[in-house]
C-alpha cells in the first residue's frame, strides 16, 4: 500500500484547506485511515480516523472544525479543515491500518504512512 498526501500550504487564521490522500495498492474502504499531524520539536499526535463504513472519531481540538472523508470510488481520503488556528501549523501525514476496528491513538499501530504535507496557519 502507499499512500501520498498533497493539498497543504499557508493560509491565514480562520481559514480553510482541504488535505487528500491518495492510496493505492489497497482499497481505502477496508483500510482504516487516519490523519496525524506533527509540529516542529513535537510528537506526531492523532487528528482524526475513519474506518469501517465512514465511522469516524476526532482529536478534541479539532472537534467541530475538521472533517474527515473517504471517496471510494477515487480511493481517496480527505481532511477538511475550517476555521485553523495557528497552533494547527504543521506537518499532516495520512496514515492507514489494516485493522477493520483501529487502534486510533499510537504511530506503531499503523501499517502505512505517506509523506506528509506542510500546513502553515498564519496569524
Known amino acids: 500500500v502507499q499512500l501520498q498526501a498533497f493539498g497543504g500550504g499557508l493560509v491565514q487564521a480562520g481559514g480553510s484547506l482541504t488535505l487528500s490522500c491518495a492510496a493505492s495498492?489497497?482499497?481505502?474502504?477496508?483500510?482504516?485511515m487516519s490523519w496525524f499531524r506533527q509540529a516542529p520539536g513535537k510528537e506526531r499526535e492523532f487528528v482524526a480516523v475513519?474506518?469501517?463504513?465512514?465511522?469516524?472519531y476526532y482529536a478534541d481540538f479539532v472537534k467541530g472544525r475538521f472533517t474527515i472523508s473517504r471517496d471510494n470510488a477515487k480511493n481517496t481520503m480527505a481532511l477538511q479543515m475550517n476555521n485553523l488556528k495557528p497552533e494547527d501549523t504543521a506537518v499532516y501525514y495520512c496514515?492507514?491500518?489494516?485493522?477493520?476496528?483501529?487502534?486510533?491513538?499510537?504511530?506503531?499501530?499503523?501499517?502505512?504512512w505517506g509523506q506528509g504535507t506542510q500546513v502553515t496557519v498564519s496569524s
Open positions: 496514515a492507514a491500518q489494516l485493522r477493520p476496528i483501529p487502534l486510533i491513538y499510537g504511530v506503531q499501530n499503523y501499517d502505512y
Open positions: 495498492g489497497h482499497t481505502v474502504s477496508t483500510l482504516s
Open positions: 475513519i474506518y469501517g463504513r465512514r465511522d469516524t
